[in-house]
Nanobody, 127 residues
């Protein structure tokens, strides 16, 4: 079963830094577009950053440009956050959308297409 699990959230002072991680499991490799969304209390889920499967197309929400950096290597995605602002308080979710590969007996490889979301990690900002 393909799973994404976020970690790294916590309580951070305004102006501080944080690194969120998104670990994938249940598959051998993948070719996926991936990204991060966040959901603040009482608000809808909003895009934070996305990265295409080949890493060539990266987008950021205007509110985080210059302070957030998205990266993805093998089965670990990260979101580096600098200069946290109070409005960054939210649950941060990662997602992967594309093809997942699974190795089987005798070298057999199968693939499946999925859109997978993690459960999220909470970031709280102390002002």
């Amino acid at each position: 079963q393909v799973q994404l699990v976020e970690s790294g959230g916590g309580l951070v002072q305004a102006g501080g830094s944080l690194k969120l991680s998104c670990a994938g499991s249940g598959f051998t490799s993948s070719i996926v577009d991936m990204g991060w969304y966040r959901q603040a209390p009482g608000k809808e889920r909003a895009l934070v950053a996305t990265m295409s499967s080949n890493g060539e197309r990266i987008t950021y929400a205007d509110s985080v440009k210059g302070r957030f950096t998205i990266s993805n290597k093998e089965n670990l995605a990260e979101l580096q956050i600098h200069n946290l602002k109070p409005d960054a308080k939210a649950v941060y979710h990662c997602y992967g959308d594309g093809v997942f590969y699974f190795s089987g007996p005798g070298g057999a490889v199968r693939w499946e297409q999925h859109e997978v979301w993690g459960q999220g990690t909470l970031v709280t900002v102390a002002s």
